[in-house]
């Protein structure tokens, strides 16, 4: 059974990064279906914290306009502090360039939710949809989904299918494409804490000997907390002593105190999940371009994963925006054809996978940083985490690539100075803007 509809562009996930693929396209004027198996989008501790890179896009799609009108929290510094709240390295964000100056902090679901309230009529949303395969022609260039919605298959056709469909993707595999996927050795334990007698007014990481302690602010007077664990400490705990670990792995940071009380009523929150990164060999195949999770994962500490998912999707739609002249007209007939999509499709892999390559190393180097338990990952981190703090230029890089307005790759030598090897004669040397 084939659909008879006309679509200019197919979208696999309707998390941030198909949300913000669709909406990128839709306002090209190019019919999109949007699918998800999910029935209704899920509440998740996850993509909560938009960074400056991510927040232009936003702005431009009135998307930030509305997350503000919907109470999220702005934040001006991501901090790794000591357990007794000292700092050792501040990102500060008000020394980046006018409407770069601020973080944004708000649940996923309201995110979620804003981008969805921004689709226009161009864009149409079906749930409860299992993608079942791509569709593809004899030269092996896809050109369609197999989809099932209530125990009935059927074919869907258009030049350009974008997966978002997450870290297992199914269209990645399909098509052969693979990455680099890497387990840490550690879980997190994240609480949603209301109405706390103390509220951290940055992004902030607690360095402990047991790993990882971060919190941040959110709307309605609200904290998110992460806790590292080992990947079996929780085993066959019940409640009442997940209770007790976590007033024990707060009250071990005095920082924390002021959480403590409100944790007995937070425990109904928790979540509990496995940490991964995860990096494609390609972006792009005939017919198909990856977006999001499907195409990039990193650790939560980094605030990274859902602002790359939100900047590539842009850069996709604008690299096929080139390619196109006028606007088409939605509903008429397609303007797109395979030879358009595909050179856009290389554009966007070459434009696109360099930055993720970059943005995958310092994701993965903050995470290690504050995460790494090991003797020589403690010692390395935390010298790391000192020389870049006291180091101007150095924290200046750091924080433009992290906000994602970079890349600014540090080169050798600054990795020599980041860890204290040699002296720094530039330290003093910000960069303007």
């Known amino acids: 059974m084939s659909d008879s509809t006309h679509y200019d562009a197919l979208v696999c996930g309707a998390g941030v990064g198909g949300l913000a693929s669709a909406r990128a396209l839709g306002e090209l004027g190019l019919r999109v279906l949007l699918v998800d198996r999910q029935r209704a989008p899920l509440d998740v501790a996850k993509g909560e914290v938009l960074q400056p890179g991510a927040l232009r896009v936003l702005r431009r799609w009135g998307t930030e306009r509305l997350l503000r009108e919907r109470s999220a929290v702005g934040l001006d510094r991501l901090v790794v502090r000591t357990a007794r709240g000292d700092a050792l390295m501040a990102l500060d964000y008000r020394q980046l360039p006018d409407g770069d100056r601020q973080l944004l902090a708000h649940d996923h679901l309201a995110i979620l939710t804003s981008l969805a309230d921004g689709l226009g009529p161009e864009v149409e949303i079906r749930r409860g949809v299992l993608v079942q395969e791509p569709l593809r022609d004899d030269t092996g260039r896809v050109t369609g989904l197999r989809l099932t919605q209530k125990g009935v298959s059927h074919d869907v056709r258009a030049p350009l299918v974008v997966a978002a469909d997450g870290i297992s993707s199914r269209l990645r595999r399909a098509v052969g494409i693979g990455g680099r996927r890497v387990d840490y050795p550690h879980r997190l334990v994240s609480l949603d804490i209301a109405g ?81 990164r995860f990096l494609s060999d390609r972006l792009a195949a005939p017919g198909l371009a990856l977006v999001g999770e499907a195409a990039y994962a990193v650790h939560p500490m980094a605030a990274q994963g859902m602002n790359t998912a939100i900047t590539s999707a842009a850069a996709l739609a604008e690299q096929i925006g080139r390619r196109l002249g006028d ?59 000192r020389c870049t703090g006291a180091n101007p230029r150095l924290l200046h890089t750091v924080t433009y690539n992290m906000a994602g307005l970079g890349p600014r790759p540090l080169t050798p030598l600054d990795r020599l100075q980041q860890i204290g090897l040699l002296p720094d004669p530039r330290a003093h040397l910000v960069p303007a803007g």
């Open 327 to 385: 606007r088409p007209a939605a509903g008429g007939p397609s303007r797109l054809d395979t030879a358009t999509v595909d050179a856009a499709l290389h554009a966007y892999q070459a434009e696109r996978l360099p930055f993720l390559v970059q943005a995958a190393q310092t994701s993965g180097n903050a995470a290690r940083m504050v995460t790494d338990l090991s003797w020589p990952g403690r010692v390395v981190g935390r010298r790391a985490v």
């Open 196 to 276: 706390p007698a103390w509220r951290p007014e940055d992004f902030a990481a607690y360095l402990t000997d047991r790993g990882l302690r971060l919190a941040y602010p959110l709307p309605g007077g609200r904290v998110r907390l992460y806790l590292q664990t080992r990947s079996d400490e929780l085993r066959g705990l019940d409640r009442g002593r997940l209770e007790e670990w976590a007033a024990q792995a707060v009250g071990e940071v005095p920082a924390l105190h002021g959480l403590v009380p409100a944790l007995a009523a937070a425990a109904g929150s928790r979540q509990i999940f496995s940490v991964t």
